[in-house]
């Protein structure tokens, strides 16, 4: 039995979920505008870490308000213009520090303050500015070929994976050669985790490393 809650299937924009996260810290979950975009918020002592601040502002900054929590980070998992046409307003309500991976952070359309990606594809400390988030010792690692700098957020038995890879497949990518970096990326990086870790993609519903990781050879095979 997976001990990491599950996160329920939203059917409409603007509804919101939460479970626990690390023991005291809370998972908020909600979707936003027409392509239902996942917004995932960190919480934990009165701080949190947004990921993708993807559209409707208004709607977001107001549940972070109602939430009652300090945002000291967003974090930004790939360049695609349906998950940061609501950055810049949650950056300057907020004064958050912004998070980014290196290759995506120069076509991002606020700066980013922490960029990551290493040439080895080790994971990286999130160097988050709420000192309480922190202390989740949360990690990121650059998932390429949906984006040239892609990166997903691991902690507590969770992957938020952007739009790398998603239940039964990986994300879209422009060429043979992108795509095989995505699964390569994809299967050393995420599916190499415990089989309960739970994969949080940037739409749609969740998955897990024991449903997806199976099914790798097939991808391969049918190429997409």
Request: glycine share 10%; net charge negative; charged share 20%.
């Amino acid at each position: 039995m997976n001990s990491v809650p599950e996160i329920a299937h939203l059917d409409s924009p603007r509804k919101v979920q939460s479970v626990s996260f690390g023991g005291d810290a809370t998972l908020v979950h909600t979707t936003v505008g027409q392509m239902d975009n996942n917004v995932w918020i960190i919480c934990r002592g009165g701080q949190a870490l947004v990921i993708d601040a993807a559209t409707d502002a208004p709607f977001l900054l107001e549940l972070l308000e109602q939430l009652e929590v300090d945002v000291t980070d967003v974090l930004t998992t790939h360049q695609h213009f349906d998950h940061v046409q609501a950055l810049n307003e949650v950056l300057e309500a907020t004064g958050a520090r912004h998070h980014a991976g290196r290759a995506d952070a120069p076509d991002l359309p606020a700066a980013a303050d922490e960029t990551y990606g290493t040439d080895d594809g080790s994971p990286e400390q999130l160097r988050l500015a709420g000192s309480a988030l922190a202390e989740l010792s949360l990690t990121t690692v650059e998932l390429r070929g949906h984006t040239p700098g892609g990166i997903a957020v691991i902690g507590h038995g969770r992957a938020f994976v952007g739009d790398s890879v998603f239940p039964g497949g990986v994300g879209k990518t422009d060429n043979a050669q992108d795509f095989t970096q995505l699964v390569d990326d994809v299967e050393q990086r995420i599916l190499s985790l415990p089989g309960d870790t739970r994969i949080h993609p940037g739409h749609g519903d969740s998955t897990t490393v024991a449903e997806e990781k199976p099914k790798v050879s097939e991808w391969r095979q049918r190429g997409w």
